[in-house]
């Protein structure tokens, strides 16, 4: 049985989906964009130290978390990266309508490995096809699905070069591992959250994708309809509170639900 359980789970988690550790009786299970895992963990420990109750936290794109929440995984929170995600489980009545709230914002940037030496400046029809070279490759989550790959699409579309690097985007399955291939230096290039690129000392920030050049970056949160821990939505109630705040500022995320 065992081995069936470990293949299930290796199967799983090549397709792209989060396997949740096992939460202790009582631990609050929360589903979270994976763009979000070193605030997050910050704000858990955090709330442990006040509270001594842990929450089990599983981090992946916002599309495999959705998705596993239609299939009942048994999520407490949903923390998505995107409207359009929550959006998907609210409209399957999912969530408790009641507890959703815009929590954080953020922003999109061009990332390069620490040691490049390439200079973009990011405008309309700017040369980024050039700027990957001969034959490197563009590091985004995947634009199809994943909700940082999706704005990425989308800002380089309204700027009038999408056309030019669709055929040499490297998809990842989530936003940090995009990062990762340009971390490695497995791609010149990439397009993350200013915060992921914040946590990683083996990447720069080349530029910074102008404000409207991207469709606001929101992070929504909510309590899920068929939670029955009772720490629940006092932890959602946590995540909007003074302590939390400080540490997802510090992060670099705006904070929208003041």
């Given at each position: 049985m065992r081995q069936v359980v470990l293949a299930l789970t290796l199967v799983l988690a090549a397709a792209g989906f989060a396997i949740p550790v096992?939460?202790?009786?009582?631990?609050?299970?929360?589903?979270?964009?994976?763009?979000?895992?070193?605030?997050?963990?910050?704000?858990?420990?955090?709330?442990q130290k006040a509270t001594g109750k842990h929450a089990e936290i599983s981090y992946a794109a916002s599309s495999a978390l959705a998705k596993q929440i239609e299939n009942a995984a048994p999520a407490d929170i949903f923390i998505s990266a995107d409207l359009k995600w929550m959006d998907y489980v609210d409209n399957k009545h999912l969530i408790d309508k009641s507890t959703r709230v815009n929590l954080l914002g953020n922003a999109l940037v061009l990332i390069a490995p620490k040691d490049s030496t390439a200079t973009v400046t990011i405008a309309p029809n700017?040369?980024?096809?050039?700027?990957?070279?001969?034959?490197?490759?563009?590091?985004?989550?995947?634009p199809a699905s994943v909700p940082a790959g999706i704005y990425g699409k989308a800002a380089l579309t309204k700027l009038g070069v999408w056309d030019s690097v669709s055929g040499r985007v490297a998809a990842a399955e989530n936003?940090?591992?995009?990062?990762?291939?340009?971390?490695?230096?497995?791609?010149?290039?990439?397009i993350v959250y200013k915060t992921?690129?914040?946590?990683?000392?083996?990447?720069?920030?080349?530029a910074t994708f102008p404000a409207d050049s991207v469709p606001p970056i929101i992070y929504p949160?909510?309590?899920?309809?068929?939670s029955k821990n009772p720490d629940a939505k006092a932890l959602a109630a946590y995540l909007r509170g003074p302590e939390a705040r400080k540490i997802f500022e510090a992060g670099g995320f705006s904070v929208l639900d003041k």
């Open positions: 096992r939460a202790a009786p009582g631990e609050v299970v929360v589903f979270a964009a994976a763009s979000l895992k070193n605030v997050l963990d910050e704000v858990d420990a955090e709330h700017f040369p980024l096809a050039q700027a990957l070279g001969t034959s490197g490759k563009l590091a985004m989550a995947d936003v940090r591992a995009a990062l990762l291939l340009v971390s490695r230096g497995e791609a010149p290039l990439g992921d690129a914040a946590v990683d000392p083996n990447v720069k920030v080349v949160m909510a309590v899920t309809a068929n």
